[in-house]
């Protein structure tokens, strides 16, 4: 069975500019969450998308957006990079509600 | 405001004795507690998890134990190896709702 991908690996963006990162989830599962683990911290939740719709959003701005596709792959968006942005981004896939997450490699992503 | 706190960023453990990790939780309607591993450079591996209805729960050298009244969880490896050093995450949630995750404790087993 393959595991949650995430692409790309690596990304460096100047301030100012825009970013779209892609998660495919594992086969059969529904539910697509992404967090944002910056360098020192924990894993903050951001989004969480369920049968293509948004289920509840962290603590985060509104440039952070995303969506889910019919085929449950998901991208995230993150419009007018500041540097705090830097950070690892990590997609996980489950089965639905309260099953386990299983987690991408995730995105590292530099703002400059 | 965090729900699920790991007081301890770091631990250290020789190898072959008992590592133990603690995270503790604030919210009381948390019934599904889940155990992560992350090494460097990886997204976190899911390693086991409880549910509220049980006080314990073990797979192999890992063991969870869950507290309700202390709102408190813990993860015990016997005997810990070289291999389990990596930062372990803990996180919560209840029906109906997404996970929140700790902060993370850093292990590192001393061969």
């Known amino acids: 069975e393959a595991g949650v991908t995430q692409s790309p690996t690596h990304l460096i963006k100047t301030r100012g500019q825009q970013v779209t990162l892609r998660c495919s989830p594992i086969?059969?599962?529904?539910?697509v969450y992404w967090y944002q683990q910056a360098l020192g911290l924990g894993l903050q939740f951001l989004l969480w998308y369920d049968e293509g719709e948004e289920r509840n959003r962290g603590n985060f701005p509104p440039r952070f957006s995303g969506r889910q596709f019919p085929n449950y792959s998901s991208e995230l968006n993150v419009n007018a990079l500041e540097l705090e942005d830097s950070a690892l981004y990590l997609c996980?896939?489950?089965?639905?509600?309260?099953?386990?997450?299983?987690f991408g490699p995730g995105t590292r992503l530099t703002v400059t | 405001d965090q729900q699920v706190k790991q007081n301890s960023p770091s631990l250290s453990v020789q190898e072959g004795r008992i590592s133990i990790l603690n995270c503790d939780y604030t919210n009381s309607m948390f019934d599904y507690f889940l155990w992560y591993k992350k090494y460097p450079a990886e997204g976190p591996t899911f390693l086991i998890s409880?549910?509220?209805?049980?006080d314990k729960n073990e797979d192999g050298r890992f063991t969870v134990f869950l507290n309700k009244s202390a709102k408190h969880l813990s993860l015990h490896i016997v005997p810990s190896q070289p291999g389990d050093s990596a930062v372990y995450f803990c996180?919560?949630?209840?029906?109906?709702?997404?996970?929140?995750f700790g902060t993370g404790t850093s292990l590192t087993v001393i061969p």
């Open positions: 996980a896939s489950s089965r639905g509600l309260n099953y386990e997450q299983y």
């Open positions: 996180a919560a949630s209840a029906v109906g709702n997404q996970f929140y």
């Open positions: 409880i549910s509220s209805i049980k």
């Open positions: 086969s059969g599962h529904t539910s």
